[in-house]
């Protein structure tokens, strides 16, 4: 079992930045993951990190806006989100993967509840 909490959520306008936190307990086997559902959507992959080899993912909304990073000693992945626009308005989830998958799936083993982003235009 590994629990997940995400932090650094909150209320920003169009072209600032935030960045949000994912720690996690217990080992991370694969990967960790961000997704974010929108009020009346389906939950979409960001951005995803190989635990162990640090290769990174995003979708191509985000390139160029978003950096997700991780310290392996702290157990816990960032997101970076600058030039934020209205439509990555979303609450934001933490994944976890203990398993090799497509990691843009929503398959992940475990995750966290969710923190939420606006962005005002």
């Known amino acids: 079992q590994v629990d997940v909490v995400e932090s650094g959520g909150g209320l920003v306008q169009a072209g600032d930045s935030l960045t949000l936190s994912c720690a996690a307990s217990?080992?991370?086997?694969?990967?960790m993951g961000w997704f974010r559902q929108a009020p009346g959507k389906e939950r979409e992959f960001v951005a995803a990190?190989?635990?162990?080899?640090?290769?990174?993912y995003y979708r191509d909304s985000v390139k160029g806006r978003f950096a997700i990073s991780r310290d392996n000693a702290k157990n816990t992945m960032y997101l970076q989100m600058n030039s934020l626009k209205p439509d990555d308005t979303a609450v934001y989830y933490c994944?976890?993967?203990?398993?090799?998958?497509?990691?843009?799936?929503?398959?992940?083993?475990?995750w966290g509840q969710g923190t939420q982003v606006t962005v005002s235009s």
């Open positions: 217990g080992n991370i086997l694969v990967a």
């Open positions: 990190i190989l635990w162990h080899g640090g290769d990174t």
């Open positions: 994944a976890v993967c203990q398993r090799p998958m497509n990691l843009r799936s929503t398959k992940y083993d475990y």
